[in-house]
């Protein structure tokens, strides 16, 4: 069977682990810690594809029809 | 539990630092009861309470005169103290019946301990840690570790085999055939670890699992089971009283006979029993447990009965109560109020009091309200001492008490005009569902409004009632009029466009006011524009031909328009021409404001009605609420006034259509069922072509519909080509105000297809509708095609279809609103704790980010035009002066 990425499908946005500076920046903005961003399992699809592990944020670029393109972040968790 | 634990109340309100539940245990129960309850009776034969009743006067008190014996308070003041039963036997609590269940079945039969490995237990024990600092809820690991405990079958640490348990309803564990009695699972409980109760993600210290098997049972003071006196003096006992009183007896029976040394069977009957009347004190609608019955027959209503569902405490009592200073009427209409006012009726207002307190420059003002006293319109009803003691303004004492008023009183006066209320017609599905209004007071028992306010609050005046809410405070007076006031909410954050503007009448009179140039006299002209604030009319548009001035419609109209407003757009009379001419429209369609003058175009839907009106919408946003209501005030006054000179009316004879047309009309409709019978003849012959993915009946019936659906339209445009815009249903039909031309064409013309489930109708006997037809006829008239007009009359085949496509339309409906209600309340409920922060992100109540910007782009759709584009383009070409493609 031939693999396939997930990433490549329309349905699934673009996903990314950010980096250190960026995470800051992020936390920064909203005033926040880790733990009150919205999470997401390890276990997820997605997140295994793109080899997230466990503390990572992963940066979620989602379509949106109100203002073209909307970045969401999630917190992976076990 | 800290009030009650040594049966003083403090007097003083204190804060509360933290909420702690958990399980009553026996010691807790003793220890906050002030007495053992030992006898059924309750009063004796003076009508005194026993001692160690269930009256008993230390458990407080509810009839007047007597004192608690517990904290000397009188009824009112004492709020009832615990008292306890013990009981002779355990008995297992009702509630707990499901966690006894997981617990005894993942715990060592012999040692009682978790059937887990201490390297597993560890585990869950991090994971909880986790997900605490998460701060999410552990009920899915707890589950888990249930899960995992049950499938150990040997006991890791005393080599014990596990059996399996069965649980039959309502209370019985079985372990391999052999009832546990709840001494057995009590003692099962009590043995195991509090170290594994962690695990099970039970806190040992607040609720240890045997406490869920009840030896002592709290009961509940009399202030919770109050007993009524009937008129005939005899005193009629609370169901939760009743119970007690069941368990007592029962609980003392069991006693006496096993010291008596009753047979084994005995005993066990009066335990089951026992566990009855327990189950049933908890919870009289436990499935496999028959209701515990009142004398005459009615279910009690005991612990359970009192929280559940809507009536119960929470639903009924706590989140939704009935309060004071409001009022509920049936409403009507008043197009001379302003939309931000609101009639109330004198009856009403006598009744609905505001409280002032009285400072040394509003004394003698206050003075003259208290001496009119409560039957005078603006007077009061009421006045607060110093010391807070509410005196009743009488006929009698109304002069006295105005002369006793001084400084640091409080008078409730009457509610007059001007005042703040809150109006609010049920269901309150969104914001402007209550909205503050001004108060004017009226003569007559009905609420008047503005008929322009109907569209937010839904209503119509076919009977419908509306409450009012009287403002108490000044910081309540002054939030609902800078965020609720109607004028702030002429906007919905729905569509971001005016929900509130003109209806109906509105439409249709400003429709007749300036389509095309009407010759309006001075004295005509004047009366239009009487109860606006213009005092002065422009220029003439002309003279005619006995010299006299007049003035046009548009010119009328642009009296109540802001100087610098210039707007253009396409009317709703609109005919979507192929090639639009603008200003130039050869049917005044096309609207064109410059400098606040209506230079061309009719004022219909789209220019001022609630929902569509373009000017409406620009005059709120660029002008701001007041200016708006001030412009919807004037065009309802306006409206009315043009529709009463004009005069509109509607009648039987305006369906008329002349006599060629309707032999037009027949010929249509000949022409389809000609039509449809050729299709019907290709179809048997098979040779009509099926349409792709469909069968071929499918593909009769959709070409049949199309074709029938078509010569409907056709014979609609034929009756409408012979009624013109003089014609009142037209006119209504064509600006906005009220009904289709859809309408128009059934009343006039055919009314067309009637269909259930969106098919020609089907149903009714064997292979056909009716007895009127043969067997298998896919023909027009047998399926419920309507040829006639409502004005011409129904045949009785064709009258019967109408009724049956009429009633899907009445279940629809029924069915929806039920549905979209249950829907509601669930969105509600899981959204109301979120709230829009200043930074534009949504949060919960955690501070835990659910939107990142709210609707992703950050942008409050009542400052954007209608969610378009158009916003921007519109701010560029403001400042630029040049129009933005």
Redesign the interface.
């Known amino acids: 069977m031939s693999k396939f990425s997930l990433l490549d499908h329309e349905f699934i946005p673009h996903h990314e682990i950010i980096d250190e500076d960026e995470i800051k920046s992020v936390l920064k ?4 810690g880790r ?5 997401i399992k390890i276990e997820d699809p997605v997140i295994k594809e793109i080899g997230a592990e466990v503390g990572d944020i992963v940066k979620i670029t ?1 379509k ?4 073209g393109e ?4 999630r917190y992976v ?2 | 539990m800290v009030i009650s634990m040594d049966n003083t109340i403090p007097s003083i309100p204190q804060r509360i630092g933290a909420i702690r539940f958990g399980l009553l245990s026996p010691r807790e129960i003793r220890k906050m009861s002030v007495t053992s309850i030992i006898t059924a009776d309750t009063y004796d034969d003076d009508g005194y309470p026993i001692d160690m009743g269930l009256m008993d006067l230390r458990l407080g008190v509810i009839d007047p005169g007597l004192k608690c014996k517990t904290c000397g308070g009188r009824a009112g003041e004492c709020p009832g103290h615990f008292g306890h039963i013990e009981l002779v036997a355990p008995v297992l609590h009702v509630g707990f019946n499901k966690i006894i269940r997981k617990i005894l079945r993942s715990t060592c039969r012999n040692c009682s301990h978790l059937l887990l490995e201490d390297k597993q237990k560890k585990a869950y024990l991090n ?1 909880f840690a ?1 997900l605490d ?3 999410h809820l552990p009920d899915d690991l707890i589950n888990n570790v249930f899960k995992e405990a049950r499938k150990t079958k040997i006991c890791p640490y005393c080599g014990e085999e596990q059996l399996e348990i069965k649980f039959e309803k309502p209370s019985d564990y079985i372990e391999n055939d052999y009832k546990l009695t709840p001494t057995e699972i009590r003692d099962r409980l009590e043995h195991i670890p509090d170290d594994d109760l962690k695990v099970m993600g039970m806190d040992p210290v607040s609720a240890r699992p045997e406490w869920m098997v009840l030896t002592v049972l709290a009961v509940p003071p009399v202030t919770v089971r109050p007993s009524i006196t009937l008129e005939s003096g005899q005193r009629s006992e609370d169901d939760l009283t009743h119970k007690l009183v069941d368990i007592i007896r029962i609980n003392q029976r069991f006693q006496e006979n096993r010291d008596a040394g009753a047979p084994q069977l005995i005993i066990e009957d009066l335990w089951e029993l026992l566990q009855y009347h327990l189950t049933t004190f908890f919870d009289n609608e436990v499935s496999g447990v028959p209701p515990a019955r009142h004398r005459s027959g009615r279910p009690l209503k005991t612990l359970t009965q009192r929280l559940k569902g809507k009536e119960g405490r929470f639903r009924g009592s706590l989140s939704g109560k009935r309060v004071n200073f409001s009022a509920r009427t049936v409403i009507s209409p008043d197009p001379n109020l302003s939309i931000n006012e609101v009639g109330v009726p004198y009856a009403i207002a006598k009744q609905m009091t505001i409280p002032v307190r009285i400072i040394s420059r509003n004394l003698e003002m206050m003075r003259a309200y208290v001496a009119r006293g409560g039957e005078t319109h603006p007077g009061a009803n009421y006045v607060f001492r110093e010391d807070g003691r509410r005196l009743k303004i009488t006929e009698a004492n109304k002069e006295e008490l105005a002369e006793k008023l001084e400084p640091g009183w409080t008078v409730e006066r009457q509610m007059q005009d001007g005042d703040i209320v809150l109006f609010n017609r049920q269901p309150s599905l969104h914001k402007m569902s209550i909205m503050a209004h001004k108060v004017k007071v009226l003569p007559n028992k009905t609420f008047k409004l503005n008929p322009s306010v109907c569209p937010p609050y839904n209503a119509d005046f076919d009977g419908d009632e509306m409450n009012m809410h009287v403002l108490q405070t000044e910081e309540s007076r002054a939030e609902a009029s800078i965020l609720m006031q109607v004028q702030e909410n002429i906007l919905s954050p729905r569509f971001g466009g005016p929900i509130i503007g003109g209806i109906h009448d509105h439409i249709s009179g400003m429709f007749l006011l300036t389509r095309n140039e009407k010759m309006i006299s001075k004295n005509d002209a004047l009366e239009l524009l009487r109860k606006s604030e213009v005092r002065e009319l422009p220029e003439p548009a002309g003279h005619n031909d006995t010299g006299d001035p007049f003035w046009t419609g548009k010119q009328i109209f642009s009296q109540i328009l802001p100087n610098d407003l210039n707007l253009e757009f396409k009317a709703n009379v609109c005919f979507k021409c192929d090639v639009c001419k603008g200003r130039d429209c050869e049917y005044d369609s096309y609207v064109v404001v410059e400098n606040g003058e209506l230079v061309a175009g009719t004022i219909d839907e789209k220019a001022i009605g609630a929902f569509k009106g373009k000017i409406l919408d620009s005059i709120v946003k660029r002008y701001g609420a007041t200016e708006a209501a001030r412009f919807v005030d004037d065009v309802t006054r306006l409206a009315i006034r043009g529709v009463m000179r004009t005069g509109l009316s509607f009648g039987i004879s305006d369906e008329d259509i002349p006599r060629e047309a309707r032999l037009n009309i027949d010929e249509e409709l000949e022409r389809a069922e000609n039509e449809v019978a050729e299709l019907i003849q290709a179809y048997e012959a098979k040779e009509l072509e099926p349409l792709p993915g469909r069968t071929l009946a499918e593909t009769i019936e959709l070409k049949i519909m199309q074709s029938l659906g078509k010569a409907r339209d056709h014979t609609g445009t034929i009756a409408g080509n012979h009624l013109g815009l003089e014609n009142s249903a037209v006119i209504m039909a064509k600006s906005g105000a009220r009904g289709s031309m859809l309408n128009l064409t059934q009343m006039a013309a055919c009314v067309g297809q009637q269909a259930v489930r969106g098919e020609r109708i089907r149903r009714g006997y064997e292979g056909r509708t009716l007895p009127h037809f043969d067997r298998g006829d896919l023909g027009a008239d047998a399926h419920g095609f309507v040829k006639s007009s409502y004005k011409s009359g129904l045949n009785p085949t064709e009258y019967f279809f109408h009724a049956v496509g009429g009633r899907e339309g009445l279940v629809d409906t029924a069915v929806r609103t039920s549905q979209s209600g249950y829907l509601q309340r669930r969105l509600v409920n899981a959204l109301q704790d979120l709230e829009v922060q200043y ?1 534009r ?1 949504v ?1 919960e109540t ?5 939107q ?2 709210y ?5 409050d759709s009542t400052k954007s035009d209608y969610n378009s584009k158009d916003t921007v383009h519109n701010i560029v070409s403001s400042v630029t002066g040049k129009e933005v493609k």
């Open positions: 903005e909203y005033n926040i733990e009150q961003l919205p999470k989602r949106s029809q109100t203002a909307a970045p969401y972040y968790i076990e | 994971q986790k600092v998460m701060s930074d992100s949060r955690r501070g835990v980010i659910v990142f910007k609707g992703e782009d950050g942008i």
